[in-house]
């Protein structure tokens, strides 16, 4: 659920009109590096993300990118506003203004609509939290290109401002990583039917439950036998090198409360 605060998150004005910066700005609108693939972005990543902290700063980061979306559609809208269409069209915005008269749309500045398809989303929580890194440095990196690109001081400062936000986002899901990384590490031990599961980010391991209620040995040779763990292929390495050491049960202290998750 949203609510919506009815001002921009930053103010918007404008020196003077501007079509050619204006038709730039459509990059970070529409464009593969933009705030609507931004937003979409983190708020699909959000369902699969299992770490709570980092699914939450997914949902606010993907909500503020919207509010990044209305300061640059504020900034097309102003820049474009009163100029005849001779200007337009000299800034190249005349096939746009036949489609989309003086309103920003969803393409970059080449008038490329545009695409969920440049968005990636696999449903890893790792591949998809550096996807998201990724992202905000290629928006940091944008702004700074449209920024080189203006003298205008009032719309400098907003780039600036958005530009600042991209760097923000990029550390608070740095953190993110750090954090779903530590909880996927986590070995967890939660009960599945007849087993326990016990699992962490490179795989996955079962034992039946009479198995993990055996004392821990102390020699370790003669209980390798009975109490090997059965494995299940995961991700990363060979099963052998994740789990308890071949032969040694789970300890004592770790044994859950039956249909308890840690
Ligand atoms: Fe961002």
Known sequence: MWYYTKKLEHPVRVERSDPRMAKLILSQYGGPQGELAAATRYLTHRFTMPEPRARATLIDIGTEEFAHLEV?????????????????RRAGLDTYYVEHGRQPFYVNSDGVPFTEAYVNAT???IANMHEDIAAEERARAVYEHLIAMTDDVHVKEALRFLWSREVVHADRFRESLQRVTDYLN????I?????????NRLGRLTWRVDEIRQPRPTGGQELR??????AEPGRGGPPGEIGPAEGEAMPESQEPEAGTAL
């Not at 009163?82 to 200007?87: R, W």
């Open 72 to 88: 640059l559609g504020e900034l097309f809208e102003q820049l474009i506003d009163g100029v005849p269409l001779s200007e337009l």
């Open 123 to 125: 449903g890893d929580p």
């Open 186 to 189: 986590e070995r967890r031990v």
């Open 191 to 199: 009960r599945v039917g007849e087993y326990y599961e016990r699992s």
């Open 225 to 230: 036998s009975q109490q090997a763990p059965e």
